[in-house]
């Protein structure tokens, strides 16, 4: 039986192509992935993510904790509430268990936000690692997350939700603020794009999600997510990166933090050897010359070997075919993709392709 967010009925009601995510039944789109693709990009458009799994944290060796448990480090946050820091979640072996995004509340509290199709391994993780602490390990099932995004997303917020959001416009990006005691908005996203992520009791998401949608901002599936996401090279767990890669062969070595260097986190030594040998593999960004569509797992041939795309798509801001790839860590500029028993040209370029809605790339860009 495929659960069901606290925004199911608008979904229906909005005549929503419903797909299985991770035993959740959530929208793919909405009529048209092209159109909210660019809705995103150009105007203004939301997604229901209440399906994400969200944890409180608590204790006081809470953050002694979470400079366990994390590559990235905590401290970095310096105890300013609402801060957000960006992390993976290693095993001993410097394989990413998720990615994550964990607020800073208080001297005894942070929230975390993870991925639900690792909801179940996650949870049972950070139990384990939590014995050896005095923590206390809530999840708030009984909030609802809705993330608005684009060029126009937190002025149609700010007219949706009025004076109550009021706290939140002054936000940095990558900071959070509690507006009240029901409401949370932090200024991060998955699109490339400026806007919110809002938390908020389940009971009131429908009447939110009313409010934005009479605002003019469009409902956005999970296809235009994806493709979002991927111009604005952001990794998806579970495609770019899982319990046999590391941060480091993922375009994730920012987000490791080796200082101090007598903080001892899950997976320190696994990727202290492959940073000091340095990484066999990296990802990069692909454009496809000429004609054709790259999806995931087509094999790349380089001079210096094989690797593989691990996300691929057309992007409708660049109207051509991209990808993210993990190929040796020795690849040049050019490159052949094997699709459908032929292989075509492409080009190695950086990442991202698309940010803030304007091409970063141009066939001449390379790393």
Not at 316 to 322: D, Y
Request: net charge negative; with cysteine.
């Amino acid at each position: 039986m495929p659960q069901h967010t606290p925004l199911y009925q608008q979904h229906l009601a909005a005549k929503a192509k419903m797909v299985d995510f991770a035993g959740w039944e959530m929208p793919v789109h909405y009529g048209s992935q092209l159109e909210e693709h660019h809705q995103v990009r150009r105007d203004a458009g939301m997604f229901d993510v209440s399906h994400m799994v969200v944890l409180d944290l608590a204790g006081p060796a809470v953050s002694d904790f979470l400079r366990r448990l994390l590559a990235n480090d905590v401290a970095r946050l310096n105890a300013t509430p609402g801060r957000a820091l960006y992390s993976c979640m290693l095993n001993e072996r410097g394989g990413v268990i998720d990615d994550l995004i964990v607020y800073f509340m208080n001297d005894n509290g942070y929230r975390m936000v993870v991925n639900a199709a690792t909801r179940d391994k996650d949870l049972a993780w950070i139990a384990q690692q939590a014995t050896a602490f005095e923590v206390s390990i809530r999840e708030r099932d009984d909030l609802a997350m809705i993330a608005v995004q684009g060029p126009n997303a937190r002025d149609k917020t700010r007219t949706a939700l009025g004076e109550a959001l009021a706290p939140a416009m002054a936000l940095k990006p990558f900071f959070a603020t509690e507006c009240s005691d029901e409401l949370f908005v932090a200024r991060t996203g998955y699109t490339g794009e400026d806007g919110f992520e809002i938390m908020l009791p389940a009971a009131q998401a429908g009447g939110v999600w009313k409010a934005l949608l009479a605002a003019g901002v469009a409902p956005i599936g999970l296809g235009a997510r994806d493709t979002l996401r991927l111009e604005a090279g952001m990794n998806l767990y579970g495609q770019d990166m899982d319990e046999d890669t590391s941060p480091l062969e993922a375009g994730l070595a920012w987000t490791v933090a080796f200082e101090p260097a007598g903080r001892d986190f899950i997976g320190r030594a696994a990727l202290e050897a492959q940073h000091e040998a340095g990484p066999a593999r990296k990802l990069v960004g692909l454009l496809l010359e000429g004609r054709g569509v790259l999806r995931a797992h087509q094999k790349v041939v380089t001079t210096a070997g094989e690797g593989e795309t691990t996300s691929g798509s057309f992007s409708p801001t660049l109207g051509q075919a991209i990808a993210l790839a993990r190929v040796p860590a020795t690849a040049g500029q050019t490159c052949e993709v094997e699709i459908r028993g032929k292989r075509l040209p492409a080009r190695i370029v950086k990442y991202p392709f698309v940010r803030h809605g304007q091409p970063c790339i141009t066939y001449t860009q390379t790393l």
